[in-house]
């Protein structure tokens, strides 16, 4: 079955290193998301790339470093220049734009950074 | 104002209840989407909806696209149905990327 894999589904580090989470699908898309949520508040846009070797920055950039060398492939690193990085990221995918489009979710990994 | 708004924010109910979760949106979507995330869990894809209305077990979703709302409906709610729901609302960039927009969450908690 298609889907996105985020992994791992937690994750501890310790604080001033660099970690990276992983997001891959096998469903073909172009578009891939990355979300971060805090508690009490929405989902927001980290990162996204629409299509191999680009991507653009979101509402929330600062702190956090991407890369997409494979159309599978869209993991998000957290540097330490990222003041909160405890928190549970969400990585998504979006077919080809057309009406009545489905995204695709991970299932998000809980960071925690000590 | 957001863009995608959620009611209520926190939800008590006693096993048994139907329960109503509501979701306004002010943005032109594609789709609209209901997610559920167990305390300390990930996230579950319950529905996705461009019209109309979808039921999945004691689930049912509905979107009226005109007034711009969706609602999500739990019959004979269970403790195990605890969790946060999350709208999201899809919109479809032509040229541009598509953008998902996400609402704040309600908080369930179903009590015995």
């Known amino acids: 079955d298609g889907g996105i894999t985020q992994s791992p589904k937690y994750l501890f580090r310790k604080e001033g290193q660099n970690v990276t989470l992983s997001c891959e699908q096998n469903?073909?898309?172009?578009?891939m998301y990355w979300y971060r949520q805090d508690p009490g508040q929405g989902l927001r846009l980290i990162y996204y790339?629409?299509?191999?070797?680009?991507?653009q920055k979101g509402d929330i950039a600062e702190g956090y470093s991407v890369s997409r060398e494979k159309k599978e492939s869209f993991p998000l690193t957290v540097t330490s220049a990222q003041k909160n990085p405890t928190a549970f990221y969400l990585c998504?995918?979006?077919?080809?734009?057309?009406?009545?489009?489905?995204?695709?979710f991970g299932q998000g990994t809980r960071l925690t950074v000590v | 104002k957001n863009e995608v708004e959620q009611s209520p924010q926190n939800l008590t109910a006693q096993e048994g209840e139907f329960i109503t979760i509501n979701c306004s949106y002010s943005?032109?979507?594609?789709?609209l989407h209901w997610l559920q995330q167990h305390p300390g869990g990930g996230i579950v894809s319950l529905f996705m909806?461009?019209?109309g209305k979808k039921k999945h077990g004691r689930l049912i979703a509905t979107i009226n696209i005109q007034e711009k709302h969706s609602s999500l409906h739990i019959t004979a709610s269970h403790p195990r149905d605890s969790a946060v729901y999350i709208c999201?609302?899809?919109?479809?960039?032509?040229?541009?990327?598509?953008?998902?927009?996400f609402g704040t969450g309600t908080r369930l908690q179903v009590t015995l």
């Open positions: 998504a995918s979006i077919p080809p734009g057309r009406a009545n489009t489905e995204a695709f």
């Open positions: 469903l073909n898309h172009d578009a």
């Open positions: 790339s629409q299509i191999v070797n680009d991507f």
């Open positions: 943005v032109g979507i594609s789709a």
């Open positions: 909806l461009s019209s």
């Open positions: 999201a609302a899809l919109s479809y960039g032509t040229g541009t990327a598509s953008k998902l927009t």
